[in-house]
């Protein structure tokens, strides 16, 4: 069983930044792959940006694609979001989640926090 809980989020101004950050329970947390999906309002949970348990492999998706940055701390078992360039359709309940393998759809993962609402004002 790994807890994770979800923690930075707030109400930004577009074009600014925010950084979120995932805390993991579990002490084998470099063995899972970690991801950020996000659910806004009235819409389908949409991936964000996934890293496998080394760090070394990374996917995003591409409304993301150079503005936002995944990683990870091991040592922490802590997974991060740094988001820049935010846009008001990035408004949205993000989640981080964990599982055996790096993947872009949601049910690959097994474990999910409980989300950090953005909220990005135009």
């Known amino acids: 069983q790994v807890q994770l809980v979800e923690s930075g989020g707030g109400l930004v101004q577009a074009g600014g930044s925010l950084r979120l950050t995932c805390a993991a ?29 080394s760090g070394g492999r990374i996917l995003y998706a591409e409304s993301v694609k150079g503005r936002f940055k995944i990683s990870r701390d091991n040592a922490k078992n802590t997974l991060y979001l740094q988001m820049n360039s935010l846009k008001s359709e ?33």
Do not use: M
């Open 90 to 122: 990035d408004t949205a309940v993000y989640y981080c989640a964990a599982g055996p393998r790096i993947a872009i759809v949601g049910r690959e993962y097994e474990y999910w926090g409980q989300g950090t609402q953005v909220t990005v004002s135009s």
């Open 25 to 53: 329970s579990r002490r084998t947390f470099s063995s899972y792959a970690l991801a950020w999906f996000r659910r806004a309002p009235a819409k389908e949970r949409e991936f964000v940006a996934a890293i496998n348990g």
